[in-house]
């Protein structure tokens, strides 16, 4: 053994690419799920409007109107208030000739049919709001 000098072990060239790829597809990785995560997290920050319908049981017109709403569905959260109910007595006296209402977060939008352009224009501009 005297005379010899020690190897210095390299590692093979094709297994440094391999380990250099390895590393990199990591990086990605995580990157990519990183960048899932903050889709997520921020799609699920954003809230949908609310739309009210003061209806009552029964109502031919609230129902037609529920039809129409159909196509939109996906660009707001509804919710019905049955203006019948004794915690709804405010919302009865008020409303009680006119339904179907609808309120657009909270503020006043339509009455007696719904006004399909007027509904779509303000969606519109409170999407563009959350943008």
């Not at 309120?103 to 709001?129: A, D, I, R, T, Y």
Request: with cysteine; aromatic share 10%; proline share 7%.
């Amino acid at each position: 053994m005297a005379g010899r000098e020690p190897r210095l072990q390299l590692p093979k060239p094709r297994s440094r690419v391999k380990m250099i790829w390895l590393w990199c597809n990591r990086v990605q990785g995580v990157q990519h799920t990183f960048g899932l995560l903050f889709r997520k997290n921020y799609a699920s920050k954003k809230t949908l409007p609310v739309l009210t319908l003061f209806t009552k049981d029964p109502c031919p017109l609230c129902d037609e109107a529920k039809e129409v709403l159909k196509p939109l569905k996906n660009r707001f959260i509804l919710q019905e208030v049955d203006i019948t109910l004794p915690e709804n007595s405010a919302w009865y006296d008020r409303y009680k000739f006119d339904i179907p209402v609808f309120h657009l977060n909270g503020q006043f939008l339509m009455m007696h049919k719904v006004n399909f352009s007027k509904l779509e224009k303000n969606l519109k501009k409170l999407e563009q709001q959350n943008n």
